[in-house]
Every structure is written in structure tokens, then in C-alpha cells.
């Protein structure tokens, strides 16, 4: 069941053609009044000023001066879907962080990430570069949020 889940979440990230079974024909009729994306992820920070400025100086998010950060959806190289997926509560996905969240973070180079990374003294936790999705690196922030890090494949050229 897990490989079946992720390997839907992931070919949905990747723009891939699902079975039938696993999405919505486009001739169906969507009702009004549906969610249609992510609009923004929110979260509690012990210091929100001093978390912020982490994610801009070791992560490299454009923070912005009202504390927060816009990512464009149209940005290049950018996975064309955004995943939204529940674990269950007995996971140990998201260990070593207790938290009941994790945020999966889309770099458009995994290398020159690591490199920050280690630049600023952040553990890496764990790393996949032979996943068939990509590559992945997984920190924890500051506050203990474990934080996901994927560079996903290239697309194959036509």
C-alpha cells in the first residue's frame, strides 16, 4: 500500500500519466466550491523572526520583509503539482522530529544545496541520490521540524 501511495504521489509531482483508477476524468463535472491547490503552508515557531531567518540565510527562501515567502508555481524546473498526503499517526517518517508535520522542499540542485548545507552546519540527516524520483536529503530546522529536500529527475527530453 505504501509503494502504491508514494508512487502516485510522486508520478503526480512529476506530471506522469496515472491509471484511470487514480484520477479524475476531465469530463467529470467538478462541483463548486472545491479546494483547487495549496495556497500557503503555516506553522507555530517558538521565534518566527529568528526561524524566518533561517529558512532565507540556510535554505535560501526569498523572505520577504513581512516575515513570509511566495514561491511561484510557474518557476523553472519547478515539479508542475504540489502533493498533499496523510501519514498515519504511528509513522516514523517524519522522525526524528516529533512534530506532526513535515514540509517537502522541491531545490533546483541538490549539490549546491548540500554545500550550503554544510556551509552552515546543518546536519544532514539522511540522503537518497538513486531514488527513482530523484534526489533527497532530509535536516531538521532549528525548532526540530524535519524538512524534506527533493531535486526531482530531469525530464526526459522528447
Known amino acids: 500500500m505504501k509503494l502504491i501511495k508514494s508512487s502516485i504521489l510522486f508520478a503526480m509531482l512529476l506530471g506522469v500519466s496515472l491509471p484511470s483508477w487514480s484520477q479524475t476524468s476531465e469530463t467529470a463535472?467538478?462541483?463548486?466550491?472545491?479546494?483547487?491547490?495549496?495556497?500557503?503552508?503555516?506553522?507555530?515557531?517558538?521565534?518566527?523572526?529568528?526561524?524566518?531567518?533561517?529558512?532565507?540565510?540556510?535554505?535560501?527562501?526569498?523572505?520577504?520583509?513581512?516575515?513570509?515567502?511566495?514561491?511561484r508555481y510557474d518557476a523553472p524546473e519547478h515539479p508542475p503539482a504540489i502533493a498533499w498526503s496523510i501519514f498515519p499517526s504511528?509513522?516514523?517518517?517524519?522522525?526524528?522530529?516529533?512534530?506532526?508535520?513535515?514540509?517537502?522542499y522541491a531545490v533546483d540542485n541538490m549539490d549546491a544545496m548540500l554545500v550550503r548545507l554544510n556551509d552552515k552546519s546543518v546536519e544532514i540527516i539522511k540522503r537518497s541520490d538513486d531514488d527513482q524520483y530523484g534526489r533527497f536529503a532530509w535536516i531538521l530546522d532549528p525548532e526540530g521540524n524535519k524538512i524534506e529536500l527533493w531535486e526531482p529527475k530531469p525530464k526526459a527530453s522528447k
Do not use: C, E, Q
Request: glycine share 12%; proline share 7%.
Open 29 to 71: 463535472k467538478v462541483p463548486v466550491g472545491h479546494i483547487t491547490g495549496v495556497g500557503g503552508i503555516f506553522f507555530k515557531a517558538k521565534d518566527p523572526k529568528a526561524l524566518a531567518a533561517w529558512y532565507r540565510d540556510v535554505l535560501g527562501l526569498p523572505v520577504a520583509a513581512w516575515g513570509g515567502a511566495v514561491m
Open 90 to 104: 504511528s509513522t516514523n517518517y517524519f522522525a526524528p522530529s516529533t512534530n506532526d508535520m513535515m514540509i517537502n
